[in-house]
Nanobody
């Protein structure tokens, strides 16, 4: 089992920045792909970014490319999402998720991930 705890959400004005963290505990000695997803009210949960188990490979959804950066500190079992140039449409609950590397196919579908954090609210005002 893997437990994930997000932190760092909050309220920011458009154009501002926020950084999210996701601390993992439990059976983290295995290789896990880590992802960030978000869900706005009335919408489906959508993929934001993912990072490979060693941090060497990242992938982003088009709407956040050039603005968001995913990274991980393997020694600290922590994944980060730095969000710059935030827009009102980035407002959502942000979730981190983990999946064993061997089980990942695309890495962008929520149903590929086995473990989820509780979510943290990000609100961007215009």
């Amino acid at each position: 089992q893997v437990q994930l705890v997000e932190s760092g959400g909050g309220l920011v004005q458009a154009g501002g920045s926020l950084g999210l963290s996701c601390a993992a505990s439990g059976r983290t000695n295995s290789g896990y792909v880590m992802g960030w997803f978000r869900q706005a009210p009335g919408k489906d949960r959508e993929f934001v970014a993912r990072i490979s188990s060693n941090g060497g490979n990242t992938y982003y959804t088009d709407s956040v490319k050039g603005r968001f950066t995913i990274s991980r500190d393997v020694a600290k079992n922590t994944v980060y999402l730095q969000m710059n140039s935030l827009k009102p449409e980035d407002t959502a609950v942000y979730y981190c998720a983990a999946a064993a590397t061997w089980s990942i196919r695309t890495g962008v579908r929520p149903d590929e991930y086995n473990y989820w954090g509780q979510g943290t609210q990000v609100t961007v005002s215009s």
